[in-house]
Antibody
Framework: EVQLVESGGGLIQPGGSLRLSCAVSELSVSSNNMWWLRQAPGKGLEWVSDIYSAGDAYYADFVEGRFIISRDNSQNTLYLQMNSLRVEDTAVYYC????????????????WGQGALVTVSS | EIVLTQSPGTLSLSPGERATLSCRASQTVSSNRLAWYQQKPGQAPRLLIYDTSNRASGIPDSFSGTGSGTDFTLIIGRLEPEDSAVYYCQQYGSSPITFGQGTRLEI
């Protein structure tokens, strides 16, 4: 059974840093397109960052160079290093596997982690 | 970016009834690349439908999707209490991928 398990969330002051981890089983992070999405309290979902199987990484505009997505193939784990955190970054962060029909176009998400809550507050 | 507007915001129905949820895009969704998700409180979203009308693995046939261009619909026939959730649409026809704001379904 495919499982994605996030960890590393918590309460952090504005300007601080946090690293989220997503441990994946029964699915290879190096062979798949892996994504971070987030959901602010009471709000909808939004894309944060993604990393393709080839290693290309992409970020939402609001990241503005503050976050870094990476993966450890040996640990089969996805990471999101978040720096210069802002109050508006408060959200539940989900890791997910992106998939698509065929070899073109963008991705929808068939496997999700349970989410990690990040609260940025003084 | 494509803005997805879902309606209604909240839908209250009774068990056994049929629910019709709408998702309207600000621009044509390329190749009808639209998905629907169900999210219950404290849980991650669950994929229901992809490519407008294809049910994901393990999704009952009471869930169906239709639409094209800018107008898409999720239909849930024969509602059960466990269908109470927030439902989101997502377009992946163009970058960045975007989600609607959700429809809350109360049974």
């Amino acid at each position: 059974e495919v499982q994605l398990v996030e960890s590393g969330g918590g309460l952090i002051q504005p300007g601080g840093s946090l690293r989220l981890s997503c441990a994946v089983s029964e699915l290879s992070v190096s062979s798949n397109n892996m994504w971070w999405l987030r959901q602010a309290p009471g709000k909808g979902l939004e894309w944060v960052s993604d990393i393709y199987s080839a290693g290309d990484a992409y970020y939402a505009d609001f990241v503005e160079g503050r976050f870094i997505i990476s993966r450890d193939n040996s640990q089969n784990t996805l990471y999101l290093q978040m720096n210069s955190l802002r109050v508006e970054d408060t959200a539940v962060y989900y890791c997910a596997r992106g998939t698509r029909t065929g070899h073109s176009g963008w991705f929808y998400f068939d496997y999700w982690g349970q989410g990690a809550l990040v609260t940025v507050s003084s | 970016e494509i803005v997805l507007t879902q309606s209604p915001g909240t839908l209250s129905l009774s068990p056994g009834e049929r629910a019709t949820l709408s998702c309207r895009a600000s621009q044509t969704v390329s190749s009808n690349r639209l998905a629907w998700y169900q999210q219950k409180p404290g849980q991650a979203p669950r994929l229901l439908i992809y490519d407008t009308s294809n049910r994901a693995s393990g999704i009952p046939d009471s869930f169906s999707g239709t639409g094209s261009g800018t107008d898409f619909t999720l239909i849930i026939g024969r509602l059960e209490p466990e269908d109470s959730a927030v439902y989101y649409c997502q377009q992946y026809g163009s970058s960045p991928i975007t989600f609607g704001q959700g429809t809350r379904l109360e049974i």
